[in-house]
């Protein structure tokens, strides 16, 4: 089963990175995987599942169709919006059971007359502002606000939160004093009698540079996937990371000195170059960026990206390296014969962040899901690839014979 250009998730490595992060921060706790951008480019719907089964509590997303993506693929933990939602969507987030982060008064006053109607109760969390500048409430503000919205009919607060802008740079004094602003919140809330079931303050990289600012759930996002937010935080929780990206090469060319390659003619060759092309460029999320920069790993050796990348091909050079052949494998992260080009290294050879990468992998990109090295399911850009027993019409002989084909099948369910 072989694919152009392709990544492997390995649910087994999921599956430990998740019991670190247990480990780390005891049993009492929940933890809210946060799966938006389709799980950081993993695949939302099968990395949840798997979740579930390792003890995961509630779910994080970014927007309502994100949310009822999980509902419709059978997910029935608690799922929270973690960004602002509009007045509109309303009536789909209670339709699904989705919690949101309520920001303003006429929000809460709007979900409140659509619990009502439906007789239901609704959830939600308030986001605390106590220095991301981004989204929520301010810190001076929370408390009035929050005594106003509890009063609402048909609502029921079940959590608080607030984000830290500054935990992944090594030094910990802004993170501090935001936990010590949201325990101020917090404090005052109780004073006024006012319960807040779940407090939540600590991301990935909140997990392992202020490990006390978990309270009763931790969020973690890339440190599940088993990559470490930036070269600065302590890694003090061991993880793997779980998606290495590949590709193959479709064809190999020697060019003569004095040629250029790819768009823009930035690349002049100097002598004889023999040059492999791969079939990934941006428009997998293969970022332009690394145009003259980059390398591969091909038969465990590296390459060096020539020309520019373009939309659907880039092109290295594989001089000097031996018995390179169409359909041999390439890495553009991961591991092969015993080097690693890391996502960290690619992000900073092409002046961006492993979150950026991550969530730029388009939908022409197959995934692997692999359990014990053994793929368990490929998806595609037509649905999940099944490869099945089908009985031909019976030839001359009066023997009827059987063959493997393949079929797609749209998403549905785990």
């Given amino acids: 089963m072989e694919f152009p250009t392709w990544v492997e998730v390995d649910l087994d490595r999921f599956r430990r990175n998740l019991g670190a992060i247990r480990s780390a921060i005891g049993n009492a706790r929940r933890i809210l995987l946060v799966v ?21 509590n509630t779910f994080g997303v970014a927007t309502l169709h994100e949310g009822i993506e ?17 007045a509109d969507e309303v009536d789909e987030i209670v339709e699904h059971r989705l919690t949101p982060s309520v920001g303003s008064v006429d929000f809460a006053e709007r979900l409140s007359a659509r619990c009502v109607s439906q007789q239901v109760v609704g959830r939600f969390h308030v986001e605390v502002d106590t220095g991301m500048g981004r989204t929520g409430v301010d810190d001076a ?12 009919p048909n609502l029921r607060l079940e959590g608080m939160y607030t984000h830290f802008p500054d935990a992944d740079r090594g030094s910990t004094e802004v993170t501090e ?42 969020r973690p996002g890339i440190l ?29 060319r020697e060019i003569a000195p004095g040629r250029t390659i790819s768009y823009g003619r930035t690349y002049r060759t100097e002598r004889w170059t023999k040059v492999a092309v791969l079939p990934v460029g941006y428009g997998h999320g293969y970022p332009w960026q690394l145009s003259n920069r980059g390398q591969v790993l091909l038969r465990g ?21 031996e018995d390179v052949a169409v359909g041999d494998e390439v890495i553009l992260w991961g591991e092969q014969g015993r080097d690693r080009i890391g996502l960290d290294e690619v992000a900073s050879w092409a002046g961006t962040i492993p979150y950026d ?7 022409r990109v197959v995934r692997v899901y692999l359990e014990a090295g053994r793929p368990r399911k ?15 019409p019976a030839g001359a002989s009066g023997a009827k014979r059987r063959r493997r084909k393949i079929q797609y099948r749209t998403r549905a369910g785990p």
């Fill in 36 to 56: 938006k951008a389709d799980a950081y480019g993993h695949g939302a719907v099968e990395i949840a599942h798997h979740a579930v089964r390792a003890g995961v």
């Fill in 70 to 86: 999980l509902r419709a693929a059978g997910i029935d933990a608690p799922i929270l919006i973690l960004s602002p939602c509009l």
């Fill in 141 to 152: 503000e929370a408390v009035d606000f929050v005594a106003r919205i509890v009063t609402l």
């Fill in 177 to 218: 004093e935001q936990i010590r602003r949201f325990a101020a919140v917090l404090r005052a809330l109780g004073l006024r009698n006012i319960q807040v079931p779940i407090r939540h303050a600590a991301n990935s990289a909140g997990l392992l540079s202020v490990p006390d600012s978990c309270f009763d759930m931790a």
């Fill in 224 to 252: 599940a996937y088993g990559f470490y937010p930036t070269a600065e935080v302590p890694r003090t929780i061991p993880v793997e990371g779980i998606l290495s990206f590949r590709t193959r090469v479709v064809q190999v």
């Fill in 301 to 321: 050796a590296r390459a060096s990206i020539v020309g520019r990348v373009t939309m659907d091909l880039t092109m290295v050079d594989a001089t000097g390296i």
């Fill in 357 to 363: 990468l991550l969530c730029s992998m388009g939908k």
């Fill in 378 to 392: 490929v998806l595609t850009l037509i649905g999940e690839r099944q490869e099945v027993e089908v009985a031909e």
